[in-house]
């Protein structure tokens, strides 16, 4: 584990932070917070996950932190609409989001002076690669779908009124199977907030 126990580690990882910060803040959508204040879309969304990985996993490394941090890093330059509006075309993007992320990711790890077997690592959990045998990647998979339950699911419900309870089952059921054990107990631990409206349709998911 790499674990941010020197001034020279907290420096670094410090300034990697600021980067994706500065990075994120020139995304022009903007999303409200909890306090009503405006933000970049994806400098919130790096806050959220942050404050996700923080209590669900207060023990992550560094390794795991950036990786989070970085899960949409400048998501905006990569927009859907470039790719054909059906599911093969939704396929691509997101195959290459992940490879876009993780290549910008490594660019600003670099300027914080970290050295290619840790950028390595960072990169292959972006990269949302081998899943349930690296570490790294799950626990990113599941401060996401952590992060989705409390932020963006009842937005979503919100945005897509069509959609009926066999569609948000099928949903929350492959939002479900990407998550450890783990997370799926701190999901229904109370720890986080779940959106009210769809706590009825949660429950039947989990139980098919």
């Known amino acids: 584990m790499t674990t941010i126990d020197t001034e020279r580690d907290a420096e670094r990882y410090n300034k990697a932070l600021q980067l ?6 020139q995304d022009p959508n903007l999303e409200t917070d909890y306090d009503g204040k405006q933000l970049p879309k994806e400098l919130l969304y790096s806050r959220r ?40 075309g939704y396929h691509q993007w997101r195959t290459n989001l992940y490879k876009f992320h993780a290549d910008t990711a490594a660019r600003y790890l670099q300027q914080a002076g970290y050295d290619e077997a840790f950028i390595e690592r960072v990169k292959l959990a972006i990269g949302k690669k081998n899943l349930r045998n690296n570490s790294d990647t799950q626990i990113l998979e599941d401060v996401a779908a952590l992060t989705f339950i409390e932020h963006y699911m009842l937005p979503m419900y919100e945005k897509y009124p069509q959609y009926d309870e066999e569609k948000w089952i099928d949903i929350i059921i492959r939002t479900w199977k990407k998550m450890s054990p783990d997370a799926q107990q701190f999901a229904l631990s109370g720890k986080v907030k779940l959106p009210e409206d769809l706590v009825p349709v949660i429950q039947k998911a989990i139980k098919a």
Do not use: G
């Not at 560094?62 to 609409?81: D, G, M, N, T, Y």
């Open 20 to 25: 994706y910060d500065a990075a994120n803040s």
């Open 49 to 88: 996950m942050l404050d996700m990985l923080k209590r669900y996993r207060p023990d992550a490394d560094e390794v795991a932190r950036l990786a989070v941090a970085a899960q949409h890093i400048e998501r905006w330059k990569s927009p859907r609409s470039d790719y054909p509006m059906n599911r093969k």
